[in-house]
């Protein structure tokens, strides 16, 4: 990168030199911090990257390639944070586009609320199963170079997709063209002020945040970097903060150090306990409370993973 996104500064501090998947350069820009992974790929080679090798790298279930049905049975059990927030917006005459829709799970989930969807992913197998599968239309394109015969969007969706991209203000000015007047974006990225990146006692928080960094990310926002990046392609907005990770996945990293075996395991609210004695059952009803308190406290901290963002 030869200049930030945001500011266009040239000076930026390295902060880590080992990502998940080994060595690599994160740096943070000494003029308004926005933090970045210092990589260089084209667009082919990018694109190869999301057809072939991440799939099985980020896989929903540690160490296997899911096929497309898979993935989708998987995260279409974990948007209904994101659909409740979404459900507020919607109406029968709105056109929604979500950027970087997976499986099609979350077009799926609204597309009897609203008038049409329509989606667009990087991985060629995704798109072909949305088509052929769900009947949704979808498209594998550059966002930025994409002609959707002048059709203008009331909602344009982009959830943990953004700090996957090598410009996302370029991005963002595309999207920003495609939503009709008055429209809404929609936008979630992973917060990097989330309380393991800061609070876990060490060596949890080293190895944390080396987990947290990973090739498929350009861009690690915070509240204060997403809000000016946002303002600088023209738009207002609006962030609050939710927690994807239960409460367990939590004492899971602050015990062992390392992350649980799938994204399912990893967010899911279930108990400790699978019996049904009255210590058990006991024991997993305070669990359950204590997780409802977690994540309104990382909530009202913007201490949660996921930031998420209104902008009009």
Same mark, same amino acid.
């Given at each position: 990168?030869?200049s930030?996104?945001?500011c266009?500064?040239t ?5 880590s030199r ?5 060595? &690599?350069?994160?740096?943070k820009?000494?003029?308004? &911090?926005?933090?970045? !992974?210092?990589?260089?790929?084209t667009k082919e080679e990018?694109?190869k990257?999301?057809n072939?090798? +991440?799939?099985?790298a980020?896989s929903l ?10 993935h ?8 209904q ?5 979404? =459900? ?17 799970? !979350?077009?799926?989930?609204i #597309?009897?609320r609203?008038?049409?969807v329509?989606?667009v ?10 088509? $052929?599968?769900l ?12 002609? !959707?015969?002048d059709?203008v ?5 982009c959830v ?6 090598p $410009?996302?203000?370029?991005?963002l ?6 939503m009709?007047?008055?429209?809404v974006? +929609? ?10 990146n800061?609070y !876990?006692?060490?060596?949890?928080r080293?190895r =944390?945040?080396t ?7 350009y ?5 204060d ?6 303002? #600088? ?5 609006e ?5 994807? +990770?239960?409460?367990m996945n939590? =004492?899971?990293w602050?015990f062992?150090?390392?992350?649980q ?5 990893a967010t899911s609210k279930?108990?400790a306990?699978n019996?049904d004695?009255?210590?058990e059952?006991g024991?997993? #009803?305070i ?5 409802i ?10 201490? &949660? ?8």
């Amino acid at each position: 990168m030869n200049s930030c996104e945001i500011c266009n500064s040239t000076d930026f501090k390295v902060v880590s030199r080992e990502i998940r998947e080994g060595p &690599g350069v994160i740096s943070k820009c000494s003029s308004c &911090g926005l933090v970045i !992974l210092n990589i260089d790929q084209t667009k082919e080679e990018l694109k190869k990257y999301y057809n072939e090798e +991440y799939q099985f790298a980020n896989s929903l279930q540690s160490g296997k390639e899911q096929s497309p049905r898979e993935h989708f049975q998987d995260r279409i059990k974990t948007l209904q944070q994101i659909v409740k927030r979404l =459900f507020s917006y919607l109406n029968p005459n709105m056109r929604v586009l979500e950027i970087g829709c997976g499986c099609g799970e !979350l077009l799926y989930l609204i #597309k009897d609320r609203v008038k049409e969807v329509v989606g667009v992913e990087i991985n060629e197998s995704f798109v072909e199963f949305i088509n $052929n599968e769900l009947g949704i239309e979808a498209y594998s394109e550059d966002i930025n170079k994409m002609n !959707l015969d002048d059709r203008v969007f009331d909602i344009v969706i982009c959830v943990m997709t953004l700090d996957h991209m090598p $410009n996302p203000f370029e991005a963002l000015n595309s999207m920003k063209s495609l939503m009709a007047k008055g429209g809404v974006m +929609y936008i979630e990225v992973p917060n990097i002020e989330e309380a393991m990146n800061c609070y !876990l006692p060490e060596p949890g928080r080293t190895r =944390f945040n080396t987990f947290f960094w990973h090739q498929a990310h350009y861009f690690y926002f915070s509240k204060d970097t997403l809000t000016k990046l946002i303002n #600088k392609v023209g738009l207002n907005c609006e962030i609050t903060c939710r927690h994807e +990770y239960s409460l367990m996945n939590f =004492f899971n990293w602050y015990f062992t150090g390392k992350p649980q075996n799938s994204f399912l395991e990893a967010t899911s609210k279930a108990g400790a306990f699978n019996g049904d004695s009255t210590f058990e059952v006991g024991m997993n #009803k305070i669990i359950s409370e204590m997780d409802i308190q977690f994540h309104n406290l990382l909530s009202e901290t913007y201490r &949660g993973d996921t930031l998420c963002c209104i902008a009009q």
